[in-house]
């Protein structure tokens, strides 16, 4: 370029040209980006109709659609697709390319809204010429300074992101939901989504399906045999199974046409016909009973199957009763049987019949019996029967023990003769009403004249038999109504009015709140028996804690003592006395509660007869403690010995110490005293010697009189043992003999034949103390059976009593018990449990059996089938 002076400059020239060649190439950079960007923008919002035609075939891939239609339809399903698809996107066919002043101009807008300093339009300036002046070089200079600003604004020019305005096109955002609907129907395929795709593109007809029909067998056991059922496989090859009798054998033809119809089934005489299903066109149920040698052949279209079934019998139970009635203290018993049958007991009572057939006003009592734990006969089942309100308790009857199992066979126990356990009455005139009352209710023809005379009797001297106003005059009402009785339902009256009198006599107003506490737990056993709701057990369980409550506060009242300690119970046996405390009878009703919330009715029953067997042995300690002084005075003559015994080893050990220190004594001295003593004369040493000799026989002889003390205690209870009625006991004759022997070496110095002596005083008083305790159990066995006598023979046993000692502190028995022995039952399956198995399997079939599901679910059946 020449300049105005005439010379070229190179400076002027080059460097210009080079920032402006430069800034056009980053220009025409700019403009392809922004060519691209509105592109885009056109293209886009028609790209994404086709996203979504493609979004929406995989949406009804994944959900299966596919899978339900035909190959005609999926067809059609697909055509529809593709119209919409290359409607979508045809409108591609009319995006063009923007002209280069277009995309000058979008430059030019972006940079003005980003930076206002460029608001001058740097792009379009970039691309202009200069039109008039070119020959003019100040004209030249100002346009080289202009082209150079203008460089310089290109290089800060960008082009912003593409604005395709998806908001104008696609107002309601329909585009978001085919792309959620397209994850969820992603999940719901799961791994089957490449075949659910795939499934568009099949377009072959399925094979023709077989026979519509199928046949399925198999053996439903009683619900007693808690057994599970019996598949029957149907592929044409014989079968032999065993199974319960009563069993039943169901055949199951489902299906439709010449198939289904031309299935015959033949059974022989061990299978009998019961009703099944009602018939249907498509289904078609034979149900068997197995009675027998079962044989049943099924001939199909596919071939002929013969099916065997050999009947396992039901043997009938066997029952044995253990003992006769083991009476409580009260007056209620303990029936104890062995039972044994093949899958159990369902029912047990007791029956009674009277020994002389005739008229009474009230029937004889209906016993249920407790069901075993398990049918084996291995075990004991114990049932706590209270009679002591009935009329007929105390009256001689015949006795059996009746078991059923549920097929109803029966079993029973030979029949014998009792006299039914009656509550004892200390008061004599109480005991006497209620024997009225017996005879007037069981034998009212023949014994009401008997009875009459009885009551007239006792209202010929008053002061002597009824001193009470009440009870004068309560005898004189009954007796009178007696006399103007003319039906039943007087006579009973009358009875209940005796009862009530004998009740008020022996207890006073302790019976009333006994007769709660019997109420609240007879109510609460029947809830539980018949596995009441959690509320009505809740409200029952509450009112036999208050009725527990009241009762023990009377008792104690009644007995002078702390309410807090009524609960106590103590058996004067020999052996240490057990109790129950109000806390341990609360805490059996409240793990009764929970084992009745968490549905354990098993358990709820048994701490229920546990608590009642608490309460009876509760109240028959009470009763022997006020009574049994010969008990309690055996009770301190056992602790006096104790005592001796503690006091002998005590004196055996000082005797023992003495004589060591003695001989200690008169040992050689050691270096550093014979030192000291060499400065002693021969006197001196022996008179100090004597003194130490003095002393130790000083307190030997006070050893001996303590030892001659308890030789003489021994001897005094020795002799109050025989003013009991107890045997002497050798051992501790050998005691007194050896406390003998102890008290004359003490006395003579000699301390190590007293030790030894006293050593024998020991072993015999321990052996004496054994042979009392042994007799004191003999000498309450034989006043247990002299009270409890029965009639015919009948030795009530003191299984149930508190203290017993083949008891817990409960009352449970411990006999025979081996906690360790292992054995540990594991319950079976409830019966609500199989009949839940049973509905399941029954829907299992009622699926298998229709032939229009897909093949793989017809075999995923049957593998259920078969592997249950």
């Avoid at 029956?351 to 009592?365: C, D, M, Q, T, Y």
């Avoid at 084992?595 to 608490?614: S, Y």
């Amino acid at each position: 370029m020449i300049g105005k002076g005439g010379f070229e400059s190179d400076s002027g020239e080059n460097g210009p040209r080079t920032e402006s060649d430069g800034a056009a190439a980053r220009l025409d950079r700019l403009v392809a980006q922004a060519r691209a960007a509105a592109l885009w923008e056109q293209a886009w919002p028609l790209l994404w109709r086709g996203l979504g035609v493609v979004l929406l075939f995989l949406i009804l891939s994944w959900a299966g659609v596919w899978l339900d239609l035909p190959p005609l339809w999926r067809q059609l399903g697909l055509a529809v697709l593709a119209v919409l698809l290359v409607a979508a996107l045809l409108p591609l066919v009319h995006v063009r390319r923007i002209e280069r002043r277009s995309a000058l101009t979008r430059l030019d807008r972006e940079a003005s809204a980003r930076d206002p300093a460029l608001r001058h339009g740097p792009a379009s300036t970039a691309q202009d010429t200069l039109a008039v002046g070119a020959a003019d070089s100040g004209s030249r200079a100002l346009w080289a300074l202009h082209q150079s600003r203008a460089a310089r604004a290109v290089a800060a020019l960008r082009v912003g992101p593409p604005r395709p305005g998806m908001t104008r096109h696609d107002p309601f955002a329909l585009r978001a939901g085919l792309v959620v609907a397209a994850v969820a129907s992603l999940f719901a395929a799961g791994p089957e989504w490449r075949e659910r795709i795939a499934a568009a593109f099949d377009w072959q007809e399925p094979a023709a399906p077989g026979p519509n029909f199928r046949v399925d067998g198999w053996i439903d056991p009683p619900l007693y045999t808690r057994l599970p059922p019996l598949l029957i496989a149907m592929d044409g090859t014989d079968q032999h199974l065993r199974a319960p009798v009563n069993a039943q054998l169901i055949v199951r033809i489902a299906g439709q046409g010449k198939a289904a119809a031309n299935t015959t089934l033949t059974p022989n005489a061990g299978l009998v016909p019961v009703p099944g299903q009602e018939q249907r066109p498509d289904l078609r149920e034979e149900r068997y009973r197995i009675v027998g040698a079962a044989e049943l052949t099924i001939v199909t279209p596919a071939g002929r199957q013969r099916l065997t079934v050999d009947a396992i019998p039901d043997r009938p139970p066997e029952v044995t009763a253990v003992g006769g009635p083991e009476v409580n203290g009260r007056g209620t018993f303990n029936l104890t049987y062995r039972a044994k049958d093949d899958y159990g007991i369902s029912s047990a009572e007791a029956e009674i019949a009277p020994i002389k057939p005739g008229r009474s006003l009230v029937p004889l009592p209906h016993i249920n019996l407790a069901l075993p734990a398990d049918a084996s006969g291995e075990t004991d089942t114990k049932t706590l029967v209270d009679l002591t309100d009935n009329a007929w308790s105390g009256a001689r009857v015949r006795y059996r023990i009746t078991v059923k199992d549920e097929a109803g066979q029966e079993a029973r126990t030979p029949e014998t003769e009792i006299t039914l356990p009656a509550r004892p009455f200390r008061d004599p005139l109480a005991r006497a009403l209620a024997e009225d009352r017996r005879r007037l209710v069981t034998a009212p023809d023949s014994d009401r004249p008997w009875v009459q005379a009885a009551l007239d009797a006792l209202l010929v001297a008053p002061e002597m038999f009824t001193p009470q106003p009440a009870v004068f005059l309560g005898l004189k009402t009954a007796t009178e109504r007696l006399r103007r009785a003319r039906s039943d339902s007087e006579l009973v009256a009358v009875a209940d009015l005796l009862w009530e009198m004998a009740l008020k006599i022996e207890d006073g107003d302790l019976s009333d709140a006994e007769k709660q506490l019997r109420q609240a737990q007879d109510r609460l056993k029947e809830a539980i028996d018949r596995n009441a709701p959690d509320d009505e057990i809740k409200r029952l369980t509450q009112d036999l804690k208050q009725a527990l409550d009241k009762f023990l506060s009377e008792m104690a009242q009644k007995q002078g003592r702390d309410p807090g300690k009524t609960g106590e119970r103590q058996q004067q046996n020999g052996q240490q006395s057990k109790t129950v405390t109000p806390q341990d009878l609360d805490k059996m009703i409240q793990d009764m509660a929970d084992a009745m919330k968490r549905g354990d009715t098993a358990e709820a029953q048994r701490l229920m007869d546990q608590l009642r067997n608490v309460l009876e042995n509760l109240q028959t300690a009470e009763r022997g403690s006020r009574s049994d002084q010969s008990s309690r005075e055996m009770q301190k003559q056992m602790r006096d010995l104790d005592a001796m015994a503690k006091e002998q080893q005590g004196l055996r050990d000082q005797t023992y110490k003495d004589g060591q220190e003695q001989r200690g004594g008169q040992r050689q001295p050691k270096s550093g005293q014979q030192q000291g003593q060499r400065g002693q004369q021969p006197g001196q040493k022996q008179q100090g010697q004597q003194g130490q000799g003095q002393q130790g026989q000083s307190q030997q002889g006070d050893a001996g009189e303590r030892q001659q003390a308890l030789r003489q205690r021994l001897e005094e209870l020795e002799q109050r043992m025989k003013e009991n009625g107890m045997r002497g006991e050798q051992g501790l004759s050998d005691a007194e003999d050896a406390m003998r022997e102890a008290e004359n070496a003490l006395k003579q110095g000699d301390s190590g034949e007293a030790v030894d002596a006293q050593g024998r005083a020991l072993d015999g008083l321990k052996k004496g103390a054994e042979g009392m305790a042994q007799q004191m159990q003999e000498m309450a066995e034989g006043q247990g059976q002299g009270e409890g006598q029965q009639e015919g023979g009948q030795q009530p046993g003191q299984q149930g009593q508190a203290g017993a000692r083949d008891d817990d502190p409960l009352g449970r028995p411990t006999r025979g018990r081996d906690m360790s022995d292992g054995r540990v039952r594991v319950p079976t399956a409830d019966e609500s449990a199989v009949q839940r198995a049973r509905r399941i399997m029954e829907e299992l079939r009622r699926k298998l059996g229709d032939p229009s599901r897909p093949r793989e679910e017809l075999d995923y059946f049957e593998r259920l089938l078969r592997r249950n």
